[in-house]
């Protein structure tokens, strides 16, 4: 059975199960471990289907989320349904004393990152919905839930070029008002946003497919990587998490472009829903560790911070605790529309993500750049810097060994707004990232603005190995080290400056 096929079989049964009004509203029963949630009146659509361009039409869900937005956006920070409460529990720029022991929480870089957002959309969900019930009067809306925004759609026959539609950002997002079910023009729309760094940087492009391709993450085998054991794959949710998650985070940029702004485009929310989606269409395959437990405390900015656990909001006010098995999940609260579609190809990219370098097994580490490199709008050529025994290099492709490619410090002041290819092999007209010499992304989301201008910056790390075997002859001779290039994407070439001076400080390959 082909991948595909197994899919859309995955994603029959959960579409039976997931049909509208089978069931009345309750409050959510936790079942831990499942994979599916089970029924639900609420079902989570494909934004897609939710407008038409050609009328202009927006269907009601959009219509009032819009509306909901904008009740939201004028409520005081304090109250839980706000805009700002909303926002500010995911994170926020300013940090004081007095803030609010739901705000700055939200968990990147760590296992809670998609039970955590599952709960946070959740609640959210619950908000917007009793916004349009209770505050704007529309009862016949007591079904509303979020949609999702379903990037990584292919249209039939799969060609990328036939689906960029799905890669902007949808158009009631980018619209300056309100558009009603009729198509009519209204007031001034609360999900639109400008293009600028306060904004969003895409404006009306499309984002190409390898920024949204969830297909790295979906055929990882674990949940998440087991403990003590260095260098092995990241398994689902961290590779998740950086492509397409962050990808998408940055390739919108803008608010969207950093952690403590994201939450603030409307549009976060129907990202995060997809990628919620993603995570149900996997674990119709794969079984989740069954013995997690949600901390007591959560991670905290400042040593002197105070001891919070994961909590959130509901509707009424009331505070939820995230605590018991991480992953027992609301019940009945949401199905989706399909967990089969835009999930990603057949086509699975030779390099992957792995945790890091195991030290005992290095046999020779070949440094390409130990200096901060700023990344501008020409590609960077990292060659071997000298140091190891470029002989050495010829037994990475030996049966047994292993290449590592790593990137330390990587990191930027603000939203670079351009994408940053890794390839391997020194053929320089090779900037296809469907191609042989493609290796990834290097991520530009949890590691930008003026707190991580301070850091460390992020470490990522691809095992290079299969991408250097299949490495054509006239990219490397297979002897001496092979040329590594970061190729900012076209755009930002052609503009002739990347903004947000995105840098690294430090990348090798290593041989295991
Ligand atoms: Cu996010």
Avoid at 45 to 74: H, I, N, R
Avoid at 191 to 200: E, I, N, S
């Amino acid at each position: 059975m082909s991948r595909r096929s197994l899919l859309a079989a995955a994603g029959a049964v959960a579409l039976a199960a997931g049909l509208p009004g089978a069931t009345a509203m309750a409050a959510p029963r936790l079942r831990p471990g499942t994979a599916q949630p089970g029924r639900s009146r609420y079902v989570r659509k494909d934004v897609s289907g939710l407008f038409d361009p050609e009328t202009g039409a927006w269907a009601p869900e959009l219509y009032w989320y819009a509306k909901a937005v904008g009740w939201m956006k004028e409520q005081q920070q304090s109250d839980p349904r706000s805009w700002r409460f909303q926002w500010y529990t995911h994170g926020r720029t300013e940090r004081s004393q007095d803030d609010p022991p739901e705000w700055h929480q939200c968990p990147h870089r760590s296992p809670y990152f998609l039970p955590w957002h599952r709960w946070y959309l959740y609640h959210f969900e619950r908000i917007v919905r009793s916004v349009i019930v209770a505050e704007l009067g529309r009862d016949d809306m007591s079904d509303w839930a979020l949609p999702y925004w379903n990037y990584a759609h292919l249209a039939a026959g799969g060609a990328p070029e036939d689906s960029q539609e799905w890669r902007r950002v949808p158009l009631p997002f980018r619209q300056r008002r309100i558009r009603s079910p009729q198509g009519a023009e209204e007031e001034e729309n609360p999900l639109y946003l400008p293009v600028d760094q306060q904004g969003r940087c895409l404006g009306d492009d499309a984002l190409d497919f390898d920024q949204v391709d969830p297909t790295a993450a979906m055929r990882e085998d674990f949940f998440w990587p087991p403990e003590g054991e260095e260098g092995g794959r990241v398994g689902f949710s961290r590779s998740l998490e950086r492509f397409p998650h962050g990808l998408v985070h940055s390739g919108i940029g803008g608010l969207m472009g950093s952690v403590p702004t994201a939450a603030g485009d409307p549009v976060f929310w129907l990202h995060h829903a997809n990628v919620d989606r993603f995570w149900n269409a996997w674990m119709t395959r794969h079984p989740m560790p069954s013995d997690w437990l949600w901390p007591e405390t959560r991670p905290k900015h400042d040593p002197d911070d105070p001891d919070l656990p994961y909590m959130l909001r509901d509707e009424n006010g009331e505070r939820h605790t995230l605590r018991g098995p991480v992953f027992a999940f609301p019940q009945n609260a949401y199905v989706y529309e399909s967990l089969t579609d835009g999930l990603g190809t057949d086509e699975v990219p030779s390099a992957f993500l792995v945790t890091g370098i195991p030290q005992e097994d290095v046999s020779e580490t070949f440094v390409l750049v130990d200096e901060t490199t700023y990344l501008g709008p020409d590609p960077l050529v990292l060659p071997h810097e000298g140091g190891g025994a470029a002989d050495a290099f010829a037994t990475a492709v030996g049966p047994d060994d292993r290449v590592v490619l790593a990137f330390e410090g990587v990191r930027a002041d603000a939203t670079p707004c351009a994408a940053f290819r890794v390839f391997l092999g020194d053929d320089e007209s090779d900037t296809d990232p469907e191609g042989p010499a493609f290796v990834g992304h290097l991520p530009f989301f949890e590691n930008v603005g003026p707190h991580a201008a301070h850091s460390e910056g992020t470490e990522v790390f691809f095992d290079v190995t299969e991408t250097l075997r299949q490495l054509p002859d006239r990219a490397w001779d297979r002897e001496g080290v092979p040329v590594v290039r970061v190729v900012p994407d076209p755009a930002a070439e052609a503009g002739g400056a990347v903004e947000g001076d995105p840098r690294l400080a430090w990348a090798a390959l290593t041989v295991l």
